[in-house]
């Protein structure tokens, strides 16, 4: 617990710092360098592949970056098409991209690597497993084992474990799948194996079944199978094993790491979920990777990732992880990250020499899957996990081959070779390792001594494993005295020996202090007492004890009552897993170091206190001071905090900085009481139980958002519309007019859906990506269901950006009247015609049409066309003389736009064309085509031409043809008018 001096002290420097925090944000921002790129070439299916890269770029940037740069992850998907995936190759080379992680299949690795090449980027793929993706590849890196070792190890292992001499070998004809199978081949025959059947399939084949048939027809026919090894895609190797099962043979199947992965098992259960276990049975998969044999380091870093991402990582994802250490770590031993003018070339070149130096255990990158380095062509030494499914569960098999990453340490390495301790394969060598399935089950825990820390525990002990086990070599650490230790039932099936024990025995509790709540954390812990880890591992049965799920395990121990009737505690958490243990050698001549590293079985359980009483028992004064302190401290440092605020926003001249401080007071005190909160939290962790955590830590993020969003942004929304309108009052457009009083609803909305989301994400466990593809969904269905609506509203934007008129202007709309535009809407236009009537006409009909306005013009032109029929040249050559006189008499016309002709012959007629421009006031034109009407007419009847024998012909004089004819039984002729500049 802290002391009282410094959370006080916390909490007034927590509350100074706000004040430093503001007055620096804005330099660290600008502050913040370039990140780092690195590229993800893959396809969107390897989610964990993703994950487990991000995970490893947070880690570091939440340290603070490297050299103060952050890593950026750049994806570059192409879903195991080659095409794709050369084309974006090209792409990320030509980027920032300082390195790619991938790709993850052989066949998309090898053609894609020269692109790499001849780019001189670096790459490191963390799957793909044939030796031609990395030999004669300089720039191309591997974390996994190549498709040899696999194939060396299948055939050891069916040779020196299953003490087979027979094996049929089954492959397809893709680069993966018939390089495995040589690769087998070639290994069984070295080691004087028998080939008893050797199939090639077509992998691109349409009619699997009938290939399938056919293999199932030879296998039969064989006097014996042996071992049948699968070198093929997961999905294939899936339905060929169900084909083999229907046939009746039961031999062991064995392949690669394509039957371990999720996609294997998956197919089956997809096909035949209630036979899972007798398809499964008996089949083996060499795996890069098994979290039940592997180091503290791998179960540290699945906790983590089970915490980021909650589902299970898979082999592929625990390799990318540690192609993501070693990237980042070359980048900081080759120093490109504070590195000034540095081109993308050099500091590709810089970074993929550094990666090559990683060459052996001395400057090795330590993993999850151990130490990363590689050889001459950019491969790396890791061991191969050999394991078996248990139903569909994928756990180690009982014989394991571990790396031995010094062989030159190893006390009579020959010796224990030939002794088949050691194997080597190539210039690697191995342990034989025997895997030691182990389980515990809480009978009784009776004679619990608080005081003492001692407790007697009765409970099953159980192994499963290839070799038997003397009770006799069972050092339990923790023991004071053994009551008993009985054998009470041993089988044998194959290779496979399990014995059940029953155990009494009163142990020690090791740094077994109550914490804050009285609860105590009890272990039971044993190991061998002679050999070492690399000799025997001792995994948990996680299938035989239900460890695979932690919650249905306590509630059954729970159930049994293992603790005595009248106990005031009761089991709330139960942990099994193995640990390396480091123990001093005591001068053995087994080793030449000062230790020994030994695998330990460790079954712990914690007692916590029953209801609420432990808040009376343990001091619950402390947390009453602690709040009194936080809220003492909230107060005095917000308060010299906005003391100081005032008097600078008093200062200024605007009132914007007084009326920001004044909506920032209340929330500001609460938001530094809810962070002083957190820190007690932090403190007192202890007094609560891990789900009371998490909840209380939930709630306390959440309200510390909501304050900052409510109560900061949400508030501040009110204010920034009333100084946007002002503003929007300063301009000549109109547009922020009309966006202006929508500013406050726009802040207060996205404020809303930031505390949705937020609450989604802590309460539901909702990600950000699944709430906006709803609210996506949402939007499409309103904008499916309103989508006239915001068509006009669209229209009604285009309107006041290309700004054909604006309010008070004369137009006319779709040739439709002509009018004076007394409203732009958001919806509609609204005009007052000439006669008086008021006409609505929708934004987006505007937008779509023709639009003349008459307040813009310069003039108005005015065209007259009139055909006049039976009438002489003179009489033509009088009416034209006529016509211009009257148009150079008239006041209103521009005298030098008029133009009056004889233009021609329509029918028989003479046409005589009339043009003229005048004011671009529009009544002013109304009134001068009235007095010009009026002098044609008479003209005509003064020269005695027969209503009957004229007609006015309307020309659009846009388009220069004739649209419509009026009949001379009008009283006058009408004129066209257009706009003239």
Not at 468 to 493: A, C, G, K, W
Not at 553 to 578: C, F, G, H, M, W
Not at 697 to 709: C, D, K, N, S
Not at 869 to 887: P, T, Y
Request: glycine residues 6%; hydrophobic residues 45%.
């Amino acid at each position: 617990m802290i002391s009282l001096p410094i959370t006080l002290i916390s909490r007034f420097i927590f509350s100074i710092a706000i004040i430093g925090f503001v007055i620096n944000v804005t330099s660290i921002i600008w502050a913040q360098q370039d990140p780092l790129e690195i590229a993800y070439a893959g396809p969107s299916t390897s989610v964990h592949v993703i994950q487990s890269v991000k995970m490893a770029f947070e880690e570091v940037n939440e340290q603070g970056g490297i050299e103060g740069r952050k890593l950026v992850l750049n994806q570059f998907i192409e879903q195991n098409d080659k095409d794709r995936a050369l084309s974006n190759a090209q792409v990320l080379a030509n980027g920032k991209n300082l390195a790619v992680i991938g790709h993850n299949y052989s066949s998309i690795s090898f053609p894609v690597g020269k692109v790499y090449a001849a780019k001189g980027i670096p790459a490191i793929t963390p799957t793909s497993t044939s030796v031609k993706v990395t030999i004669d590849n300089d720039w191309y890196f591997r974390t996994v084992f190549n498709d040899r070792l696999p194939a060396r190890f299948g055939a050891l292992y069916a040779k020196d474990v299953f003490q087979e001499d027979t094996v049929s070998i089954i492959s397809d004809n893709e680069l993966f799948g018939k390089f495995l199978g040589d690769e087998f081949l070639k290994n069984t025959q070295s080691m004087g194996l028998q080939i008893a059947y050797h199939h090639v399939f077509d992998y691109k084949a349409p009619n699997r079944k009938a290939q399938f048939d056919r293999i199932i027809k030879d296998l039969l026919q064989l006097p014996k199978q042996g071992i049948i090894f699968l070198g093929m895609y997961s999905l294939d190797a899936a339905q060929l094993v169900m084909h083999i099962r229907d046939a009746g043979l039961s031999n062991i199947i064995m392949g690669g790491d394509t039957l371990v992965v999720e996609a294997f098992i998956g197919e089956i259960r997809k096909l035949a979920p209630q036979q899972i276990w007798s398809y499964s049975r008996n089949v083996y998969g060499t795996s890069p990777f098994i979290f039940e044999s592997a180091s503290h380091l791998a179960h540290q870093y699945r906790e983590n990732y089970r915490k980021k991402f909650e589902p299970e990582p898979d082999w592929a994802a625990v390799y990318a992880y540690d192609a993501a250490l070693v990237i980042i770590e070359a980048i900081r031993r080759s120093g490109i990250a504070k590195a000034e003018n540095l081109s993308i070339a050099e500091a590709r070149k810089k970074l993929r020499d550094t990666i090559a130096s990683f060459d052996s255990t001395s400057n090795a990158v330590m993993g999850v899957t151990g130490p990363n380095y590689f050889d001459e062509v950019g491969d790396a030494p890791k061991p191969v996990a050999m394991g078996f499914y248990r139903g569909a569960d994928f756990v180690p098999a009982l014989i394991q081959f571990l790396l031995i990453p010094r062989p030159e340490t190893v006390v009579d390495l020959k010796d224990k070779i030939e002794q088949g301790q050691i194997v080597q394969i190539d210039d690697l060598y191995f342990f034989k390792t025997n895997v030691v399935y182990s389980g515990i089950q809480l009978k009784k825990i009776k004679h619990i001594d608080y005081t003492n820390k001692t407790f007697q525990a009765e409970f099953l002990l159980w192994f499963r494993s290839q070799e038997r086990m003397d009770h006799n070599d069972i050092l339990f650490t923790d023991l004071i005295e053994m009551v008993s230790f009985e054998p009470i039932q041993q089988e044998s099936y194959g290779l496979n020996h399990y014995q059940l024990f029953q155990v009494n025995g009163i142990f020690q509790g090791r740094n077994n202090n109550p914490d804050k709540l009285g609860r105590f954390l009890f272990e039971l812990r044993f190991r061998h007492a002679r050999y070492p880890r690399e000799q025997i591992l001792f995994i948990p049965d996680s299938v035989g004890m239900g460890t695979n799920n932690p919650q249905s395990l306590l509630r059954e121990v729970q159930k049994k009552q293992v603790l005595p009737a009248n106990q005031k505690r009761t089991i709330d958490s139960i942990n099994v897993y193995e640990n390396s243990v480091i123990e001093s050698s005591l001068g053995s001549i087994r080793t030449i170091f000062p230790s020994i590293e030994y695998s330990e079985f460790r079954y712990n359980f914690r007692l916590t206190r029953k209801g609420v009483g432990f808040i009376f028992e343990n001091q619950w004064y402390l947390l009453i001071f602690y709040l009194v302190l936080n809220t003492v401290g909230t107060l005095f440092g917000v308060f010299l905090f906005f003391r100081a605020l005032d008097f600078l926003s008093k200062k200024t001249k605007t009132d914007f900085d007084d009326k920001l401080v004044a909506i920032l007071h209340v929330p500001m005190y609460i938001l530094v009481f809810l962070v002083g909160l957190t820190i007690i939290h932090q403190d007192m962790v202890e007094l609560m139980s891990e789900s009371s955590n998490e909840l209380f830590a939930q709630i306390l993020e959440f309200l510390i958002v909501l304050t900052i969003i409510i109560g900061g942004f949400y508030r501040i929304g009110d204010l920034c519309r009333e100084y946007f309108v002002k503003w929007a009052e300063s301009t000549d457009t109109e547009l922020d007019d009309m966006v202006a009083p929508y500013v406050d609803k726009v802040i207060k909305g996205v404020c809303l859906i930031l505390i949705f989301m937020k609450a989604g994400e802590l309460f539901f466990g909702l990600s950000a990506t699944a709430f906006l593809g709803v609210l996506g969904g949402f939007s499409l269905a309103a904008g499916l269901l309103f989508r006239d609506f915001f068509s006009e509203i669209i229209a009604c934007i285009h309107l006041y950006l290309d700004n054909p008129f604006k309010e008070g202007d004369k137009v006319a709309i779709d040739g439709g009247p002509k009018g004076i535009v007394l409203n732009i809407g958001l919806r509609s236009t609204t005009l007052r015609c000439l006669s008086g009537q008021i006409v609505q006409m929708p934004n987006s009909r505007v937008m779509g049409t023709k639009i003349e306005n008459f307040s813009r013009a310069e003039s108005l032109k005015t065209v007259y066309n009139i055909k006049i029929n039976r009438i002489s040249s003179d009489l033509v050559q009088v009416l034209v003389e006529g016509f211009r006189k009257i148009l150079a008499q008239n006041p209103g016309v521009i005298p030098e736009s008029t133009h009056v002709s004889f233009a021609g012959f329509d029918e028989g007629g003479r046409v005589i064309q009339i043009l003229f421009n005048s004011s671009p006031d529009w009544e002013k034109t109304q009134f001068i085509a009235e007095q010009i009407n009026l002098q044609i007419l008479q003209l005509l009847e003064k020269h005695q031409v027969s209503l009957m024998e004229y007609e006015f012909l309307y020309m659009d004089p846009q388009q220069g043809s004739q649209a419509k004819s009026m009949q001379s039984t009008m009283p006058l002729p009408t004129a066209k008018t257009s706009l003239s500049s």
